[in-house]
């Protein structure tokens, strides 16, 4: 089973509509991410937060929010989707300082 | 404003022969780096990192090499497999703070 799993893995939406996108993880990291990853920009880092009561802006967070449900849980929402916000999401987990980031699949997300 | 750069998109090597993939970065705040593989439809996996006390660190057919003065690192692969093709991320942090910039990519193409 993989450690860290995303849902769903394939959106398609409507621009205005509001989008959840969800992060578990079995590796009992406190620490997660969200990403996107754009054509020619690799990926960005959205919100990340080092445990529950910890959440965090990344370099571009406007437009989207968080919610830390649990340790091993991490939401991504779009309140309201936009046409560029099409790109494909990762959720990340880690344990501490300087340890290296597991990703999950990956959700690719298309916003019409 | 990109502070890690991955110059080249794409890169095609024969089976058997040295692939080698560049990165700069900008910040000299910099001090741990890791590239990361990712195939289609699967999220990034870690392959190898190197913090700034080192020059060179060595896994196997992996080896990242870091030039602190150029700002530069590179990963060689030798001997270059087909089962080496994937894009391939380079990734930059300050150590103790956890929060990484990736780069923009390069797809590796190994040739049978």
């Known amino acids: 089973d993989a450690d860290v799993t995303q849902t769903p893995r394939n959106r398609i939406t409507k621009t205005g509509k509001r989008i959840m996108l969800e992060c578990s993880q079995t590796?009992?990291?406190?620490?997660m991410y969200w990403y996107r990853q754009d054509p020619g920009l690799g990926l960005r880092l959205i919100y990340y937060?080092?445990?529950?009561?910890?959440?965090n802006k990344g370099e571009i967070s406007d437009g989207y929010s968080v919610s830390r449900q649990a340790q091993a849980k991490f939401s991504l929402s779009l309140e309201s989707a936009i046409p560029n916000q099409t790109a494909l999401y990762f959720c990340?987990?880690?344990?501490?300082?300087?340890?290296?980031?597991?990703f999950g699949p990956g959700t690719r997300l298309l916003v019409l | 404003d990109q502070q890690v750069k991955q110059n080249s998109p794409s890169l095609s090597v024969q089976e058997g022969r040295i692939s080698i993939l560049n990165c700069d970065y900008t910040?000299?705040?910099?001090?741990?780096f890791l590239w990361y593989k990712k195939y289609p439809a699967e999220g990034p996996t870690f392959l190898i990192s190197?913090?700034?006390?080192?020059d060179k660190n060595e896994d196997g057919r992996f080896t990242v090499f870091l030039n602190k003065s150029a700002k530069h690192l590179s990963l060689h692969i030798v001997p270059s497999q087909p089962g080496d093709s994937a894009v391939y991320f380079c990734a930059a942090s300050k150590y103790n703070f956890n929060k990484f910039y990736f780069g923009s990519g390069t797809k590796l193409n190994v040739k049978p």
């Open positions: 910040n000299s705040m910099f001090d741990y």
């Open positions: 590796k009992g990291h406190d620490r």
């Open positions: 937060s080092f445990d529950v009561k910890d959440i």
């Open positions: 190197i913090s700034s006390i080192k």
């Open positions: 990340a987990t880690s344990q501490g300082v300087g340890e290296t980031q597991y």
